[in-house]
């Protein structure tokens, strides 16, 4: 089932975002491992019990840095519900894959040798 | 565990910035040398995948959830650690400035932890473990889960030296948690490279055909 340049590429952006939509419906709103850990060394939580609902992990932050993005959480600030989701994650793929594929591309060229 | 501004100093964020660069220039060298036209098709794939995969948090229980890093995957499918290292920056520079996930100040120290130490202990644990089993496809789950358990615990000792997480606890939680995020990291790792190999051989590192 060896696939061409074209269907592979294609085949695996798809895929990518069939897995982000599945995502915005199921992806677990559990704290992740860092933030978990922050909650426990804040006291917010136990090592092997449950996350507080209004737990705040930044607490522990000793860093002054703020910045606001345009897409905070992978959602549009002005949208609500999963379409807003949705949009954000198919977004992030195709920006990913532009910026992936132009890296790649200043970089090969760069080189000056590129195989036509 | 994408560490938000919050977490570090800013004197602090600075030095990991540095060391990241370094390693960023080492990954633009390597993939001047190693990389062309041929193998766009599976960095591309391979980004807007580790993407997407990312997103997708999944309980694992004890009040949390993890999801796939990628380091080891990227890694081992292209045949380099600086492989990790060259797409996951750029997955994380995405995250950090139109998401919000890492912060921008900290994004040397994450692209340190999933990008160079994942990438790096993905790739030699999978070589490691490759000339013991012969599996290439087990040999990268059982890298990746140390691809995501040793960044934690380096993303742990940098939480102590900000003075954001005290050292034993911080090793403690940030250890437990990603032992059993690291099955996560494995288990999709493993069934990506196979299902990779399925479709692209040729594109996929001669250390997964040689085995496969």
Known sequence: ?116 | MHIPDAFIPLPQAAVYWIIALIFLALAVKWARSEMNEDKIPMIAVLAAGIFALQSFNLPVSMGTSGHLVGGALAAIVLGSPFAAVFILTLVLIVQAIIFGDGGITTLGANIINMGVIGGFVGFYSYKGILKAIKNPFVSAGIAAWLACFIPALACAVEMAIAGTFPLAPGLVAMGLYHAIIGVIEGIVTGIVIYVLYRARPDLVDSSVRGAA
């Open chain 1, 1 to 116: 089932m060896t696939l061409d340049n074209k269907t592979f590429i294609l085949a695996g952006v798809i895929v990518a975002i069939l897995i982000g939509v599945v995502a915005v419906f199921m992806a677990s709103g559990d704290p992740d491992g860092l933030e978990s850990s922050a909650l426990v060394v804040s006291g917010q939580k136990d090592l092997a019990g449950l996350s507080p609902e209004e737990g705040d992990p930044e607490i522990v932050g000793t860093g002054t840095f703020a910045y606001e993005s345009p897409l905070p959480d992978y959602s549009l600030p002005a949208m609500d519900g999963a379409t807003g989701g949705l949009i954000a994650i198919v977004v992030g793929i195709i920006l990913t894959l532009v910026v992936v594929i132009g890296a790649t591309y200043l970089v090969v060229m760069g080189k000056g040798n590129s195989k036509a």
